[in-house]
């Protein structure tokens, strides 16, 4: 539960700057793990994002906090090189 939580913060968080879906990725992947994302996490977190661009705000947070909840359960996120 205090995973997920946190991740709908880091989403409603998100949300509430005025830029683009990719800017918003670019942000949260460099907030969470340190750097800007690979082509492929670029490309799977976007499909995630795009099937909630025209639904209501309340589904663009669910989508938002999906992408912040997988942030939070990569390794990058939860072990320091």
Known sequence: PFVLEQARH??????????????????????????????????????????SASGSAAESCEAWRHVYQALFGCLDFRYLD
């Open 10 to 51: 880091a989403a409603e968080k998100a949300l509430a700057v005025e830029t683009s879906n990719d800017t918003r990725l670019d942000a949260a992947f460099l907030a969470t793990l340190g750097r800007p994302p690979r082509d492929d996490e670029h490309k799977l977190m976007m499909s995630v994002v795009a099937r």
